[in-house]
């Protein structure tokens, strides 16, 4: 961990004025973001006396090895740009409010021809009309269901769509009467876009005017002794005011709020809000966060508002008021950049008395009841987590926190199909976005300890590629330079589905520490790969299938862990994990070279053309007997291209081998 002291600016190189200033640590990464009206004062703060500060902000300061800074204008500006860096940057240190769920909308697809009526998650899409967001989902689907008996929109898919414009028979909701089934002709595209604009209405608030419409239309058909009309429309009028009894007016009806509620503790913190719409509440979200720097409640009240309303993608999210249990200290500048971004006045206010004050008290019961689950739940894993971490540190021995584990694993089928896989376990739970796959061929495939140093070199020169500075390092300039040229293509690959080429993603910043699935000879070859590239601040051990022992490298006894050890089962969980994502990638390559032709060696052609050929001359036998003119007779075979296949062919039908089987269903291929 670094000094503080070590990357201490120079008071008088500080500026008096407002700013944004980030930590970063060693590798160059962002690890913090603050704003400040007065850098000078705020920085000093940091290192007058580290040992002052909270555990969390004093971790922050040791982690860090640079901080920098950006003064700007004003404290508006200054907390626009905070707010872009923390969502470019993502900053480790800082509060982040995520919750582990999108929320449901009703949404109504106005840009169609037919617009659909939909319970939507995820971003927002273009005309496209939202309510909401409802919590839970089943709420908004009964409602949908209740609504479709007054105004039957179209609610299928469009393949279902289609298959009934196809058939000319609607699907069940239409022969039930909640669809108007326009894929049939029983309502006009304008009729139906008009029934879809009266849903709109009432969700936006005007059901009062559609319920009284239909007690008129109600009374007309009883007075004109028209019974069964008046009794679907008095079930109709009923199903509406169902849907208002779910959404109790609560305030004002033309009270348009978010009520947000913190409750906290030392460690954690935990968000709510109801969004109320025309006084009703139309839904309900929540947050819980770890308070990983010294922050009191304006504070997170703060950081709230700049997340939920600066990751919203449409402006008509943002109420006209925002109710807070604590104003922040910029409250004005974020009221200010709240209304730029909705387009017309927002407050930002404390409710002292009154509806909106007894409706925040039962906002602020839902937080603590939130923290209280949310603690029941996480404290044995956080709990397990932790001590697992600090087992392992412990029993190897290591002075720096496991907070980025990479595990490695070899897979192939006697030497054949050889491949690797590199799974990233951070704070002990996995982090897939950093998985990698590695194909291995050449002398590298030869057996699993040139395999595992030549997996163990690509990984960490990619890492050693991206930072290296030749001017500051010669040395490790001139190593790099002497290690053989990496492989391009799909030799590595993030963690994708297919086997297409992409490109390349870059890696990560290294672990803390390397393991490897195997023992003394696997370390070895992964040791001396790190040794190779100059690199002395990771450590790797391995963790052998057999007894379960862990290496150590240059030791002629293995580490062993306690079976019943947290450690031990974190690093069965990493190594099982990364030898099933092994595993998985092998058997799609396994599979993709099961069948074999002698048309996949013959460059130029790609699988249309493979196929073509196949296609028009039945067999690879009789495509070896054709002429150059013949073959110029496939589409897109032209003559240039026709020699070169024929001349080919006529070079490896001397030697064409063994036949091609197909190895899926054991059937001999004709050659």
């Given at each position: 961990m670094a000094d503080p002291a070590t990357y201490r600016p120079k008071t008088g190189e500080i500026p008096t004025a407002p700013g944004v200033y980030r930590f970063r640590d060693e590798h160059r990464r962002v690890i913090y973001v603050g704003k400040a009206k007065n850098l000078r004062s705020r920085l000093n703060s940091y290192f007058a006396n580290p040992r002052g500060l909270l555990p969390k902000t004093r971790a922050m300061v040791h982690t860090a090895s640079?901080?920098?800074?950006?003064?700007?204008?004003?404290?508006?500006?200054?907390?626009q740009l905070?707010?872009?860096?923390?969502?470019?940057?993502?900053?480790r240190f800082n509060i982040m409010f995520r919750d582990d769920k999108s929320y449901p909308y009703l949404a109504v697809t106005m840009g169609e021809k037919y617009p659909r009526a939909q319970v939507m998650r995820g971003d927002r899409r273009k005309d496209t009309r939202y309510f909401g967001p409802f919590y839970p989902a089943k709420a908004i689907r009964e409602?949908?269901?209740?609504?479709?008996?007054?105004?039957?929109?179209?609610?299928?898919?469009?393949?279902?769509?289609?298959?009934?414009?196809?058939?000319?028979?609607?699907?069940?909701?239409g022969y039930i009467d909640k669809c108007a089934?326009?894929?049939?002709?029983?309502?006009?595209?304008?009729?139906?876009?008009?029934?879809?604009?009266?849903?709109?209405?009432?969700?936006?608030?005007?059901?009062?005017?559609?319920?009284?419409?239909?007690?008129?239309?109600?009374?007309?058909?009883?007075?004109?002794?028209?019974?069964?009309?008046?009794?679907?429309?008095?079930?109709?009028?009923?199903?509406?005011?169902?849907?208002?009894?779910?959404?109790?007016?609560?305030?004002?009806?033309?009270?348009?709020?978010?009520?947000?509620?913190l409750e906290e503790d030392e460690l954690e913190a935990s968000a709510q809000v109801f969004h109320v719409r025309a006084g009703r509440i139309r839904g309900q979200r929540g947050w819980v966060v770890e308070k990983v720097e010294d922050t009191d409640t304006s504070d997170l009240v703060e950081h709230l508002i700049q997340q939920v309303y600066g990751e919203s993608a449409s402006t008509d999210r943002i109420p006209r008021q925002v109710l807070v249990p604590e104003l922040p200290a910029n409250a004005d500048e974020l009221a200010l950049w709240l209304s730029g971004l909705r387009g017309s006045r927002v407050d930002i206010r404390v409710p002292q008395r009154g509806d909106k004050k007894a409706l925040m008290e039962t906002v602020a019961r839902n937080?603590?009841?939130?923290?209280?689950?949310?603690?029941?739940?996480?404290?044995?894993?956080?709990?397990?987590?932790?001590?697992?971490?600090?087992?392992?540190?412990?029993?190897?021995?290591?002075?720096?926190?496991?907070?980025?584990?990479?595990?490695?694993?070899?897979?192939?089928?006697?030497?054949?199909?050889?491949?690797?896989?590199?799974?990233?376990?951070?704070?002990?739970l996995p982090k897939k976005s950093d998985y990698r796959k590695f194909s291995i061929t050449g002398d590298a495939a030869r057996d699993d300890t040139s395999a595992m140093y030549d997996v163990i070199s690509r990984r960490f020169r990619n890492y050693l590629a991206e930072n290296a500075?030749?001017?500051?390092?010669?040395?490790?300039?001139?190593?790099?330079?002497?290690?053989?040229?990496?492989?391009?293509?799909?030799?590595?690959?993030?963690?994708?589905?297919?086997?297409?080429?992409?490109?390349?993603a870059k890696f990560a910043y290294p672990p803390n520490l390397v393991v490897v699935d195997g023992g003394q000879p696997q370390v070895a070859a992964a040791s001396r790969a790190l040794a190779d590239?100059?690199?002395?601040?990771?450590?790797?051990?391995?963790?052998?299938?057999?007894?379960?022992?862990?290496?150590?490298?240059?030791?002629?006894?293995?580490?062993?862990?306690?079976?019943?050890?947290?450690?031990?089962f974190l690093l069965q969980r990493i190594r099982d994990e990364a030898h099933r994502f092994a595993i998985t990638f092998h058997r799609q390559k396994r599979a993709k070279s099961m069948t074999a032709s002698l048309l996949d060696e013959i460059s130029g052609l790609g699988p249309a053309k493979r196929a073509a050929l196949l296609k028009e001359f039945g067999s690879v036998k009789k495509l070896r007997s054709a002429s150059a003119e013949e073959l110029q007779r496939v589409p897109g075979i032209g003559p240039a291209l026709a020699a070169s296949v024929h001349a080919q062919l006529a070079e490896k039908g001397g030697s064409a081998g063994a036949p091609a089987v197909n190895m899926a269903t054991g059937e001999i291929m004709e050659t």
């Open positions: 640079s901080v920098e800074w950006t003064v700007v204008g004003t404290e508006l500006e200054a907390l905070e707010y872009t860096w923390i969502k470019e940057f993502n900053p409602t949908l269901d209740t609504l479709l008996r007054v105004f039957p929109v179209r609610t299928c898919s469009s393949g279902v769509f289609k298959r009934a414009e196809r058939t000319g028979r609607p699907c069940l909701l089934a326009p894929c049939v002709g029983r309502i006009s595209p304008e009729d139906h876009r008009q029934l879809a604009a009266e849903l709109c209405d009432f969700m936006s608030g005007e059901g009062k005017r559609f319920i009284g419409t239909l007690e008129k239309e109600m009374q007309a058909a009883v007075a004109e002794l028209d019974y069964e009309s008046a009794a679907r429309l008095r079930d109709d009028i009923s199903a509406l005011r169902k849907v208002f009894e779910r959404n109790n007016v609560v305030l004002s009806e033309d009270t348009d709020a978010d009520i947000f509620a937080a603590a009841d939130a923290l209280r689950l949310h603690k029941s739940r996480r404290a044995g894993d956080i709990t397990t987590r932790s001590a697992a971490l600090q087992e392992l540190q412990e029993a190897l021995d290591l002075p720096v926190a496991l907070l980025r584990i990479e595990c490695y694993d070899i897979s192939h089928v006697s030497g054949t199909n050889v491949v690797a896989s590199m799974v990233v376990a951070e704070d002990g500075d030749p001017a500051a390092d010669p040395a490790a300039a001139e190593a790099l330079a002497k290690l053989p040229a990496e492989r391009t293509g799909t030799d590595v690959q993030p963690l994708t589905d297919t086997l297409t080429a992409a490109p390349r590239l100059g690199i002395t601040d990771i450590y790797v051990v391995g963790l052998a299938k057999r007894l379960e022992e862990v290496w150590v490298p240059d030791s002629d006894f293995p580490v062993i862990l306690p079976r019943a050890s947290e450690a031990l």
